[in-house]
């Protein structure tokens, strides 16, 4: 693979030649701005930030408005919240290591890549997973605790109410999945698959 090839996924514009060399490697990873490591960081920052707000006035509107049970409500947002946080922070280290211009490029970047895709699939299968559980129990809380719902006439039976809202969550959590899945793949996975073309494609050549 040429460099220009290379050129089109990383944003380089330095002159064409054989990539054969960690060396080169670390030349790429210096111009950070347009790499691929790059964008998954401005993705993964821009995508913080929107939770951060999001989560932020949902949890602290919920623990002003909501009493007794319902505040359990308030504390399964702030509990999904401070996963994603940890999540975060773990990831955005990765990503800084794999920029680092002093180590081992491409043996590191081998292993990190491997880790970065267990991130990413976790990610996907308990963002997925997740989405029912949160839909059970809030319907569960509204049902048992919520005013509204409590004097509501005819009153709905317990098990056909769980029934219903089981299925109902399992049918939307398909769709939730492909859409998590092209997500995944828009924010992070098209640029791992470049980093894993550089990197496949400088150990055949060494071969």
């Not at 990383?10 to 054969?20: E, I, L, N």
């Not at 359990?72 to 922070?89: D, E």
């Not at 990413?120 to 509204?142: A, E, H, N, S």
């Not at 769709?175 to 055949?204: C, D, T």
């Amino acid at each position: 693979m040429e460099l220009d090839q290379l050129k089109e996924m990383w944003g380089d514009v330095a002159t064409v030649k054989k990539v054969s060399s960690d060396e080169e490697i670390q030349a790429m990873l210096r111009k950070k701005s347009k790499s691929p490591i790059a964008k998954m960081k401005r993705n993964l920052f821009v995508e913080m930030l929107v939770v951060v707000i999001l989560y932020s006035v949902t949890i602290t509107d919920y623990f002003l408005t909501l009493k007794g049970m319902m505040l359990g409500l308030a504390w399964l947002m702030l509990a999904s919240f401070l996963l994603y946080m940890i999540y975060y922070v773990r990831k955005r280290k990765l990503l800084n290591d794999m920029e680092c211009v002093s180590c081992e490029v491409k043996s590191n970047l081998q292993q990190q890549l491997r880790t970065l895709e267990k991130y990413i699939r976790l990610y996907l299968y308990l963002g997925t997973l997740f989405f029912p559980v949160i839909m059970i129990f809030t319907g569960m809380i509204l049902f048992l605790y919520s005013p509204e719902l409590k004097n509501q006439q005819p009153a709905v039976p317990l098990w056909a109410f769980v029934t219903a809202l089981s299925v109902i969550s399992f049918v939307l959590t398909i769709p939730m999945y492909f859409l998590n899945k092209w997500y995944m793949r828009k924010l992070y996975g098209q640029h791992v698959e470049k980093l894993k073309a550089i990197v496949n494609e400088m150990s055949a050549e060494e071969n």
